[in-house]
């Protein structure tokens, strides 16, 4: 097990600390919907370990000229769940993926809790050492300026080689608009 963390890919390093990035963004911004928006054109809605979610702020945008997507959720800064599609070669189309396909596109979920003592975090990616971890993303509708798809997944919390914790999603939901870089 170790060879296999040892051997893991500088680029899915990279695209970690990218994730990571993405989601302290997301957590410091403030909400920006207009009074008059539909909020109904935003949603995403999960069940978090039996327990259901509907984030109030979702949004989503490009990264890398398109071939990375990023969407995010934050529920009063207190918690956030973001789901990131990412491909070297090509824009992300419409599909099915998950951590364990041939499809050349990588997923990576977290799942954050914050206080104001700490913050705790469950992930999901390719090649990790943690056995657990599984995720599957469907996307149905994508343009340039929107998707829409659902998702499951076991996420998980680990310290070097040992599981701490996972968190269960089941029946994820979600449209937003796609925000310009």
């Known amino acids: 097990m170790i060879t296999k963390f040892n051997s893991m890919s500088k ?45 109030p702020t979702v949004s989503a945008y490009w990264v890398e000229g398109g071939n990375y997507l990023s969407i995010n959720a934050v529920d009063q800064n207190k918690e956030s769940l973001a789901i990131t599609v990412m491909s070297e070669t090509s824009r992300v189309p419409i599909g099915q993926y998950s951590l364990q396909d041939n499809s050349g596109f990588t997923l990576l979920s977290m799942h954050s809790l914050f206080n104001a003592e700490n913050q705790l975090h469950h992930t999901a990616t390719r090649n990790t ?12 509708k994508i343009t340039n ?3 829409e798809g659902s998702f499951t997944g076991t996420l998980v919390r680990v310290e070097g080689l040992n599981t701490l914790g996972k968190i269960v999603l ?8 796609i925000k310009p870089n």
Not at 129 to 140: M, S
Not at 170 to 177: A, D, E, I, V
């Open 145 to 147: 300026s929107s998707v």
């Open 11 to 55: 680029i899915t390093v990279y695209h970690l600390a990218i994730f990571a990035f993405s989601i302290i963004i997301m957590g410091c911004q403030k909400d920006s919907s207009n009074p008059g928006e539909d909020v109904n054109s935003n949603y995403l809605k999960v069940s978090v370990d039996g327990v259901e979610k509907n984030y």
């Open 170 to 177: 089941t029946g994820g939901k979600f449209k937003t608009t």
């Open 129 to 140: 050492v943690a056995v657990e971890d599984d995720f599957q993303l469907k996307i149905d």
